[in-house]
């Protein structure tokens, strides 16, 4: 199990240092430098908790996924043949902590990692960010080269201890998992069914329907996705959309009726997010 982890670090161009756990590896990675990655991962089975920072996104259609640029923890249960993710890294600083524990059995005297192995066995992966995710940043630090052998191994320990405490605290209360990967997968779907005709009118309950999701649930999770809500990601997309076409030559009335505007409200908006009317492109 290992090996397999480090095969993943090495695709990324990561450095990786583990040590034991019963049942299974704890393990810290450092990715400094570096082009924009995209791979393909096959993850072991078993339970995996790991907390990093990096400007990443990963996807799996069975457990989901997140897409982030902060501190995050995440969670998820592999099954024995293990899991495929693809995942996105873009250049920069990556660093991540984590634990893979392959034999669940070895670990079922331990009431932390049982409750949290019940909690997210066959479920989506769990994401949880914001306070809770930055109360163990120290474990994103490199460890000291004064620690070697036994006592080295030890620091890991101690580490991995406080990882797990903090996600099992954090599992009983479900209002500190910002935003469950199910939940972050569905803003995503729901992104690319407004970018695939901007200027369709768009309704939250239709867009919620047809993901399956409540619509506080849903707009909840798109503006914690993407730093803004659906009514505004729509209105500057529109504008952005609006811009080259009007360069090109298009008329403002062609290019309002295309967005899902009349010509006055389309003027109206490009103003107010501009700061000057679409006809002075044209003047």
Known sequence: ?????????????????????????????????????????????????????????????????????????????APEDGALFETRVRAGMARSFGIHISDLNAVESDPCLSAII??????????????????????????????????????????????????????????????RSVDLHRAHAVREHIEQDLGQVFSLEKLAQEQAIDTRVMTAAFKRAFGESIGVYIARRRMEEALPMLTEGASVKSVAIKLGYTPSSFSTAFRRHYGYPPSRIQG
């Open 1 to 77: 199990m290992t090996d397999a982890l480090q095969i993943i670090a090495e695709k990324a161009g990561s450095s990786f240092e583990a040590a034991p756990l019963a049942g299974g590896v704890i393990w810290q990675s450092i990715r400094e430098y570096g082009a924009d990655l995209r791979l393909l991962n096959e993850v072991p089975g078993g339970l995996h908790l790991s907390f990093g920072v990096a400007d990443i996104w990963t996807h799996n259609p069975a457990f989901g996924g997140f897409e982030s640029q902060c501190p995050i923890i995440m969670g998820f249960v």
């Open 118 to 179: 019940k909690s997210m066995r066959g479920g989506p992966m769990t994401v949880i960010d914001g306070r809770a995710a930055r109360r163990v940043a120290n474990l994103l630090l490199p460890i000291d080269p004064w620690f070697q052998g036994d006592a080295r191994q030890l620091v890991f320990r101690a580490r991995a201890l406080e990882l797990i405490a903090v996600v099992a605290e954090g599992l009983k209360d479900p209002d500190r998992l910002k935003l």
